[in-house]
């Protein structure tokens, strides 16, 4: 006890990650119980629907007016549906095996929490970087760390010993191996605008304004990074290797209690995190350009502008969940056969020759 | 048969109108549920549902406007009952005076409210028009055995059915207005 | 058919060639005979009724019935026929094709109606042309069904003879949708108290009179009467006299409506839920053959089976109301060692088969009951031999009634005495087992089915033995002191065969499940014969029966097989 606070107190560095990384999770985890919410919820008003409006806590719900407001929301739910998961029966079946079938789900959770480690969520806090890990090779450790999401979905199809969870895994790693790429050729482009593989340059070279945004110079890689990064998160209309109608639940078929409640935190952890990438991508990061919030700020820079930042980094992700929650209850699934055509045939090409395009663009204007 | 598919257009396979009219129709839903009051849920406990005319509930028994049993205990409903809900205990031979010209009543009728699939059938063949098919749709109990309805409990449930036909009464007032010749 | 060859090759001398008539029902050509027994075997002039039923055309009746005389009165087998046309000089007048010309059957006063004629007391002609399905026959039938309920009360739902319904059966296939009778229905006596087992309902009835014909040329008991005129018309029982003799209920059988309803059975179930198996009666000698109705593991009625051998349609109502112990609460459940306490099957069989290993030759008795099956008998008798056993029976005698109730009451005494059990003088050993107990000679006895302390062998000789061994269904003073205690069943629960008076062997079958541990006899001393002697009498009860047909005398040179014995059974030579 006395060497961990010797560390602390002496590593400020050490101590000041920890303080991030607790933070970040802190801030990731009812996010992800929230999503779980916004997609209820939406998915409800988007059919007609009325959504979870029944979890009311003891004292709060007493309150007038707020209370009734908060509980119709369903604003409890996330508690209860937590709960749920942890009271249920953890049932796991003879047949399968055991040590992958516990396994699983923890790799399929890790590698999403890991991938944010990089993400610039906030310009400074104090003096602090708002980054976990400010890397020179952010991008390719992001693309690292999602090709092994893919382990925890292929490993519970083959842990569980049964068709439909098998065939789901299958699916999953023939379709991320595929989107992988389509991904890694759009985000190509990008960096050869911004010239630097580092996430925090990313953002800085989006700063100057809306047009220096890289969804405007480039749509086509943002459009391409997108559909991918649906395909990478199983997301409808991509969500083939758990479609329900064909797999009755995919990969997590055989998962019961706290052990599918993690797969579905992997569902939507993937999500934010793949917002958040797109929003560092594209979308300027935590950068606003108005009323001066795009400007980065020094070191001393006011703690005010610092949570704006933040701030504006969260709506933005926000939104982006949005767009992936909507897109669910609006497109039907697809085919396999679409959706390989669509990766393969489609995006890998037009990935490519975005990249050639630019290229030739970025030659002809240093010849000028 | 093999259904021809329609030609796309080359911007129908770039998918953006199918994303567009997506997206309208479920903007379109989401305004009206969020503004319009196009919710279509029922809150259940809360708010109730009217019961349409010739809904098939839970059969009960009734009892005529006279406060007899109409069953007679013909077991025609426990025959053709599909999932073998119903149970009856004939009356057995003993006389009983109080069943006047009727001669019969079940000793005991039990249905298994958790067995009944609410198909209708007793009903359809009661000759005696003595079982119904009611509007009770939210049947629950704490323990099986509570599930198992007895004779007082249909009774209780079913109430009394207005019969205008009153065959039974309309035989004993027949057969009082004529002469009869006994044997001995 | 079986029927009558078996009546014929017991009780006649082979037929001489049957003298034949040509006769054509709807079109068909079928070669009847000329006589045919009637009611009482007499050969009388075959009926239309009969002829159509050969040719494989069912005529609808009521009053008819094959056992009883004829009287003719419902008018439901009304049929259309035609007679070959008598030319002015007594020569068949032909057609142009060659073929007679039949004249068919007109109102003498109307010549385009046509006339039917009762098919069950018309006798047949040759070239007579009979038309059960023709328009005109089914306008009669129609006609006649109407009239008939035009007073009836229609109370299908509170009848007990609901579903084997002569009126019901022929209204669905002949009758009419809707009543056009809109005036008030006669009503007439109903819950009428025939007699102590007999109830009537007189609205119910068809006035076809095979009660009153049954109990007066059948049982001889003439109590039953038509009573008052036209529509008001109801049988009845002579004033003052109770309809009461041993064979009421069968008119409850012959009755094709619901008129007249047994007491024992009245409200007790609907007949279509009721499992029929054949069986015999076990009440006496005769061995009545037997219809169990049962349903979920209780018998509800026994009702006669038709064979001509043995009961013709009759059984006696002591017989038919003598199956309420198979249901009786106090049923010997468990069996039981009192000896080690043991409380299985394969346990106490065992240490059966043990102590009877061991006891010395002549020291065992075996007293069994000539109301098991015969093979439980052959199986006794097996183990007897091996033990140099006395072995016996116990006489039952009542009194005999010269129609169907025979002095022995024992179904199965031929069988005992087939099997070895017995000699033909039943019980002449028991003395001697009683001497041998009280002398000591005799330590071990077996008995199965009998309270011996009721016949010949008194408590205080029996409570001498060092080893009782005793298989019963029901409670008694034996089963009491058994040291071994082995539930049995009764012949409702398990198959066999009874030898009845006449030395017919009859098969009963399995109609209920066992109540309790109760197993059937066969089955463990099947196991205890296995154990004691080492021979193997199985597997299976139908290897056991063939195994038995095999080596008692009398069956082999009959030469039967348990899937030969058939539901009529088998006469033997004794």
């Not at chain 3, 199965?448 to 269904?473: M, P």
Request: hydrophobic share 40%; proline share 6%; charged share 20%.
């Amino acid at each position: 006890m006395q060497a961990l606070l010797d560390i602390l107190t002496n590593h400020r560095e050490v101590a000041m990650s920890l303080a991030k990384i607790v933070a970040v999770l802190a801030v990731l985890l009812p996010m992800v119980a929230y999503s779980v919410l916004a997609e209820r919820k939406l998915s409800a008003l988007i059919q007609n629907r009325v959504g979870p409006n029944r979890v009311a806590l003891p004292l709060i719900g007493g309150i007038p007016i707020l209370g009734p407001f908060l509980t119709r929301l369903g604003f409890w739910q996330p508690l209860a549906d937590g709960l749920k998961s942890f009271l249920k029966e953890d049932f796991t079946p003879a047949h399968v095996r055991k040590a992958y079938f516990w396994l699983a789900p923890a790799l399929a959770l890790v590698p999403a929490f890991m991938t944010m480690a990089v993400i610039p969520f906030g310009s400074f806090l104090g003096r602090e970087r708002m980054v976990l890990a400010d890397l020179n090779v952010g991008i390719l450790y992001t693309f690292g760390i999602v090709s092994l999401g893919v382990y925890g979905i292929v490993l519970a199809g083959y842990a569980a010993n049964s068709k439909y969870p098998f065939l789901g895994g299958i699916r999953s790693s023939a379709q991320l191996i595929s989107y992988e790429i389509a991904m890694g050729m759009s985000v190509v482009p990008v960096f050869m605008l911004v010239g630097d593989l580092n996430l925090s340059k990313v953002i800085a070279y989006q700063s100057d304004g809306l047009t220096s945004w890289l969804v405007f110079k480039q749509p086509v890689a943002f459009v391409i990074f997108m559909v991918a990064a649906f395909a990478e998160t199983n997301r409808l209309p991509f969500d083939l290797p758990e479609s329900e109608t064909e797999l009755v639940g995919g990969y997590h078929t055989e998962y019961s209690s706290m052990k599918f409640a993690l797969f579905f935190m992997g569902e939507y952890s993937n999500m934010i995190a793949s917002s958040a990438m797109m929003v560092t991508l594209f979308l300027g990061g935590w950068t606003l350009p108005f009323f001066g919030l795009n400007a980065t700020p020094n070191e001393d820079g006011a703690i005010w502008m610092g949570l704006a930042h933040i701030g504006i980094f969260l709506a933005k992700v926000m939104c982006l969940l949005v767009v992936f929650i909507w897109v669910r209850w609006m497109l039907p699934r697809f085919r396999y056969d679409q959706l390989m055509d669509l990766g393969w045939r489609r995006f890998i090409p037009l990935g490519l020759a975005n990249i050639v395009v630019t290229a030739v663009i970025l030659f002809l204007q240093a010849k000028q | 048969m093999i259904i021809k598919r329609t030609e796309l257009s080359w911007l129908e396979r770039m998918y953006f109108p199918t994303l567009w009219s997506g997206l309208r129709v479920t903007a379109r839903h989401f305004y009206d549920t969020l503004f319009r009051g196009g919710r279509v849920t029922m809150e259940y406990p809360e708010q109730r549902w009217t019961v349409p005319e010739g809904y098939r509930g839970a059969p009960y028994l009734v009892k005529d406007a006279e406060d007899r049993t109409k069953c007679v205990s013909c077991q025609l409903c426990e025959f053709v009952c599909p999932p073998k809900a119903i149970k009856i205990t004939p009356p057995g031979p003993a006389v009983d005076p109080t069943t006047g010209n009727v001669e019969k009543r079940p000793r005991e009728f039990e249905i298994n409210m958790l067995r009944c699939i609410f198909c209708g059938f007793c009903q359809e063949v009661c000759p005696e028009e003595a079982i119904f098919l009611m509007k009770d749709y939210s049947l629950t109990g704490l323990s099986r055995k509570e599930m198992i309805y007895d004779k007082e409990k249909l009774l209780s449930l079913g109430g009394v059915h207005n019969d205008q036909i009153r065959k039974w009464k309309k035989k004993e007032a027949e057969a009082a207005s004529q002469e009869a010749f006994k044997p001995e | 058919m079986s029927t009558a060859t078996a009546a014929n090759t017991e009780t006649k001398p082979p037929a001489p060639a049957v003298e034949t008539v040509r006769v054509k029902v709807d079109g068909r050509v079928v070669d009847v005979p000329r006589t045919l027994p009637d009611w009482q075997g007499k050969p009388q002039p075959t009926t239309m009724l009969q002829a159509c039923a050969i040719a494989g055309a069912e005529v609808p009746h009521y009053c008819y019935h094959p056992k009883l005389p004829i009287a003719g009165n419902c008018r439901m087998c009304l049929v259309e026929f035609g007679t070959p046309m008598m030319g002015p000089d007594r020569k068949p007048v032909l057609s142009e094709d060659g073929s007679p010309k039949i004249a068919r059957s007109v109102l003498p006063y109307e010549p385009g109606t046509p006339r039917g004629a009762i098919a069950c007391a018309t006798p047949i002609s040759p070239g007579m042309e009979i038309y059960p399905s023709s328009p005109a026959t089914k306008q009669m039938r129609e006609a006649v069904l109407e009239s008939l309920l035009i007073n009836h009360p229609l109370d299908c739902p509170i009848c007990d003879q609901a579903g084997e319904c002569k009126l019901q059966e022929y209204s669905v296939e002949h009758g009419q949708a809707e009543s056009r009778f809109a005036e008030v229905k006669v009503h007439k006596p109903k819950q009428v108290d025939l007699g102590p087992r007999i109830m009537l309902d007189d609205e119910r009835c068809v006035l076809c009179t095979r009660c009153i014909r049954f109990s007066r040329d059948v049982a001889q008991d003439d109590a039953l009467g038509i009573v008052n005129r036209g529509s008001h018309n109801s049988i009845a029982a002579f004033p003052g006299r109770q309809f009461d003799n041993n064979y009421t209920l069968n008119t409850v059988d012959i009755c094709p409506v619901g008129a007249l309803t047994s007491k024992d059975f009245r409200f007790r179930m609907r007949v279509w839920f009721l499992k029929e198996t054949r069986s015999v009666c076990a009440s006496c000698a005769t061995g009545c053959n037997i219809l169990i109705s049962s349903r979920e593991e209780s018998v509800y009625r026994y009702e006669p089976r038709q064979n001509d051998a043995v009961n013709a349609c009759w059984m006696c109502d002591s017989g038919r109301l003598n199956y309420k112990w198979i249901g009786r609460e106090d049923r010997l459940l468990n069996v039981r060692s009192s000896r080690s306490g043991a409380r299985a099957w394969a346990a106490v069989v065992a240490e059966i088969a043990e102590t009877l290993r061991s006891a010395p030759q002549g020291s065992v008795a075996v007293i069994a009951s000539a109301r098991q099956s015969t093979e439980e008998l052959y199986l006794l008798k097996k183990l007897a031999a091996h033990l140099g056993a006395l072995t016996d029976s116990v006489e039952r005698l009542g009194e005999g009634d010269g129609f169907l109730v025979n002095a022995d009451r024992n179904p199965n005494t031929n069988g005992a005495r087939m099997t070895g059990i017995c000699f033909t003088e039943v019980g002449i050993q028991i003395p001697k087992i009683a001497q041998g107990i009280r002398s000591g000679r005799i330590h071990t006895l077996i008995v199965f089915g009998e309270d011996v302390t009721r016949h010949g062998i008194d408590s205080e000789t029996l409570s001498k033995v060092s080893t009782l061994i005793v298989s019963d269904i029901l409670p008694n003073e034996t089963t009491r002191r058994a040291h071994f205690l082995l539930p049995g069943c009764a012949y409702a629960e398990k198959r066999g065969t009874f030898v009845n008076a006449k030395g017919r062997l009859q098969r009963f079958l399995k109609a209920v499940e066992p109540r309790g541990e109760a197993r059937p006899e066969w089955e463990f001393l099947q196991e205890l014969v296995h154990q004691v002697t080492g021979e193997n009498l199985g597997p299976g009860f139908e290897a056991l029966f063939n195994r038995m047909a095999k080596d008692v005398p009398a069956l082999a040179s009959a030469g039967v097989e348990w899937g030969k014995v058939g539901d009529l059974g088998a006469p033997l030579t004794l």
